[in-house]
């Protein structure tokens, strides 16, 4: 093993020469295609990573091959949206909660005052506050229900279950209508602060 790194030392210039001490090693590289190895400046792997890649565009524009276009060719499928909203969710998710939490502790006032002021909202005569009220729970129990709910669809994947491809369009379309219609239910209960 220690030849096999002087030998690759010599060729890319890490040892010199003089450094053969070995009667084995003189016999394996003779000194004379030592001196030559190492009289080439090395070539760094920066360098080399360069040449590589212009050697790779210049192929490329020889043969007219396009640039590839990334996500501008992709038609949006069912699986594919689900998997970007599952990893939104749980990212707006997170970064939600930090805001509430820091919104919560620089805020003079309780949570509950702002639920108050929402459900007494009023607009020209008309209460908008419960419609709005209702909106924001949704708004906020849609996102936990949909990622839930397809958190459950993703164990079934990692047991191997439901790659094929009916079976991922049917559950799709089940995971986001049964996550609408939960979000639906839990904006539409009504819980009383204690007194």
Request: net charge positive.
């Amino acid at each position: 093993m220690a030849m096999l790194f002087r030998v690759a030392g010599r060729h890319y210039g890490l040892l010199s020469s003089k450094q053969v001490s070995s009667p084995i090693m003189s016999k394996l590289v003779p000194m004379a295609s030592v001196k030559a190895l190492t009289t080439k400046p090395p070539k760094t792997i920066q360098e080399v990573a360069q040449g590589e890649m212009l050697d790779f565009w210049k192929k490329n524009e020889t043969l007219k091959r396009p640039i590839s276009p990334h996500l501008t060719i992709w038609r949006s499928q069912l699986p594919m949206t689900l998997s970007f909203f599952h990893r939104f969710t749980g990212v707006a998710m997170i970064c939600a909660t930090y805001v509430f939490s820091w919104v919560m502790l620089a805020s003079p006032v309780d949570y509950q005052w702002y639920i108050t002021f929402l459900k007494d909202l009023h607009i020209d005569g008309y209460a908008v506050g419960p419609s709005f009220l209702f909106l924001a729970k949704f708004i906020i129990a849609l996102p936990f229900c949909y990622h839930c709910i397809n958190g459950v669809r993703h164990l079934a994947w990692d047991l191997g279950k439901g790659f094929d491809l009916p079976t991922l369009y049917r559950t799709g379309y089940f995971v986001s209508v049964l996550s609408i219609l939960v979000a639906l239910y839990l904006a539409s209960l009504s819980f009383k602060a204690p007194e």
